[in-house]
């Protein structure tokens, strides 16, 4: 079975400066899509950002990127010039290629974004 | 619908009572699942469905558990003599197919509390 840790459950940064959030994965498969998802006080699940397995190339959407180290199976979120509203719970997630496909997401951490 | 709309958004019942939690998926979706999210903790997989394929019932923690989905749209999530454990969001997504490319939009959940 798939497993996903998050190891980090807070985190605070600076307005203005730069947070990564860990994550690790434990997979047997090859192929397969990693996913960082925000859920703020609302409760909704907010998709960040995605990287599929088979891509070197780190995903990156404006002020958020990963580092995706495919044999440390490693997936962190990078967020730049951190924003008040960017204080949320953030989980990260797995998910198969193949038929059966839903999300095994991580703990969690939550990100506190000083003024 | 713009969004995954689910309903009601917040339960209180008596522990022994059976509830209802109804969830309305993005038109076009054939996708639709349902994760149980406890107090500060991550998503836990409860059900999926895809069209008309039997759905994956193993998440669900027991058979106090079940979710039937009609006609391909709507599902309702139903737990029977609720127990105090059973208390936590219930969130339900959808996406376009279930291939594992596609975006999962996740609804603002129902949150349940069991007295």
């Known amino acids: 079975a798939q497993t996903v840790t998050q190891s980090q459950p807070e985190m605070s940064v600076q307005e203005a400066e730069t947070v990564t959030l860990s994550c690790t994965y434990d997979t047997s498969e090859s192929d397969y899509y990693l996913f960082w998802y925000k859920q703020p006080p609302s409760r909704q699940m907010i998709l960040v950002i995605r990287?599929?397995?088979?891509?070197?190339q780190n995903a990156t959407e404006n002020r958020f990127s990963v580092n995706f180290q495919k044999a440390a199976k490693s997936f962190s979120l990078k967020i730049s010039d951190s924003q008040l509203g960017d204080a949320a719970m953030y989980f990260c997630a797995y998910r198969r290629t193949n038929a059966g496909n839903m999300l095994t997401f991580g703990g969690g951490t939550r990100l506190m974004v000083k003024p | 619908g713009a969004g995954v709309s689910q309903s009601p958004s917040n339960k209180v019942t008596e522990k022994g009572k059976d509830v209802e939690l109804r969830c309305d998926p993005i038109?076009?979706?054939?996708?639709l699942y349902w994760y149980r999210q406890s107090l500060g903790q991550g998503l836990e997989f409860l059900i999926y469905?895809?069209?008309?394929?039997?759905?994956?019932k193993s998440g669900l923690p027991s058979d106090r558990f079940s979710a039937e989905r009609t006609g391909g749209s709507v599902s309702t999530l139903t737990i029977q003599r609720t127990q105090q454990e059973d208390s936590a969001v219930y969130l339900c997504?959808?996406?376009?197919?279930?291939?594992?490319?596609?975006?999962?939009?996740f609804g603002e959940g129902s949150w349940l509390t069991v007295v």
């Open positions: 997504a959808s996406s376009r197919q279930s291939s594992s490319g596609n975006t999962i939009y």
């Open positions: 990287q599929e397995a088979y891509k070197q």
């Open positions: 469905f895809q069209g008309n394929s039997a759905p994956d």
């Open positions: 038109s076009g979706h054939t996708a």
